[in-house]
């Protein structure tokens, strides 16, 4: 096991409330996507044990998952060291994308 520093949650850059989380396949380190979290889904995702997050569009939180039965089971949640985007690691169920893709990220840009 790695010797992580802990991190106090009220250390973390919430910048106008919302930090970037990243979600990555605990397995492989295959980026499934992208999305935000304010405090409150912050704490939701480390007691439940599945990622909450808060929708920025629809201005609410949500459960990943809890629609599609595509849960997403953290197993470790890390801190950039600047304190202002997240890695959330995840056993993931089913497809990330709600295009029924495995990951968000299925299309390259041409360069």
Same mark, same amino acid.
């Given at each position: ?28 380190? =295959?980026?499934?996507? #992208?999305?935000?979290? $304010? ?10 044990? @599945? ?31 600047? =304190?202002?985007?997240? #890695?959330?690691?995840? $056993? ?10 495995? @990951? ?8």
């Amino acid at each position: 096991m790695e010797n992580l520093d802990k991190v106090n949650l009220k250390k973390i850059s919430f910048n106008n409330g919302l930090v970037p989380a990243i979600v990555q396949d605990f397995e492989n380190n =295959e980026v499934l996507m #992208l999305a935000y979290m $304010n405090e409150e889904s912050l704490r939701k995702t480390i007691e439940t044990g @599945t990622t909450w997050f808060w929708s920025r569009s629809r201005n609410e939180f949500w459960n990943k998952g809890a629609t599609s039965g595509h849960y997403q089971y953290v197993k470790a949640i890390y801190v950039d060291c600047d =304190e202002d985007t997240l #890695l959330i690691k995840v $056993n993931q169920i089913g497809p990330a994308c709600h295009t029924g893709k495995r @990951t968000c990220f299925y299309r390259n840009v041409s360069i």
